[in-house]
């Protein structure tokens, strides 16, 4: 799923972490068109389904 930008990811993070669902940010190497250490990805979960959807629910699917 997509999110809009860095900030996005950020703001879901925080949701995240007030709904004790376990996050992780990832970011980028570099080593492709993308600037070094840009945060790209958020891993979320494990967790309940309902939990993760009402996180990612609106997001578009890539």
């Known amino acids: 799923m997509k999110a809009d930008d860095a900030r996005h990811i950020e703001q879901i993070e925080q949701e995240a972490k007030q709904h004790n669902v376990l996050s992780s940010k990832i970011h980028d190497a570099g080593h492709t068109q993308i600037p070094a250490g840009s945060l790209t ?13 009402a996180l990612t629910g609106e997001l578009k699917l890539l």
Do not use: Q
């Not at 990805?41 to 959807?53: M, Q, R, S």
């Open 41 to 53: 990805v958020l891993a979320l979960g494990p967790d309940e389904n309902e939990k993760l959807d």
